[in-house]
């Protein structure tokens, strides 16, 4: 299983490769399901036992993946639920299959102009 963090929001992958929660500072994504600056202790603990690897995905792949989903599959999806695509389409992921579940339809309005 691969954890995806928005480039602008790497805590969960900092803590998840130190094995302990550490701090940012602040974060800078439009992925606000992602944006966070200090996981949970019992968050981090479960990625850890369940996650073999996390990558870091852009802001212009998030906006891409969001472009793509609703020009090709007609669905609205926010820049967290994007995520999962955004990392298949700019990762060389392992595994002969990949997959990731589309999230969030409820992007903010202000990003609809991106679209």
Avoid: K
Avoid at 72 to 95: R, Y
């Amino acid at each position: 299983m691969i954890g995806v963090c928005a480039e602008g929001a790497p805590s969960m992958v900092h803590s998840w490769r130190a094995g302990r929660p550490v701090v940012t500072e602040r974060t800078d994504t439009i992925a606000e399901g992602l944006a966070i600056r200090s996981p949970v202790p019992p968050a981090l603990h479960r990625v850890r036992a369940l996650v073999d690897d996390i990558v870091l995905v852009t802001e212009s792949a998030l906006i891409d993946t969001m472009r793509l989903t609703a020009d090709i599959l007609g669905i609205l999806v926010e820049p967290s639920g994007a995520a999962g695509l955004a990392a298949i389409a700019t990762h060389d992921l392992p595994g002969e299959r990949v997959a990731t579940v589309l999230t969030g339809g409820n992007p903010h309005p202000d990003l609809l102009a991106l679209l």
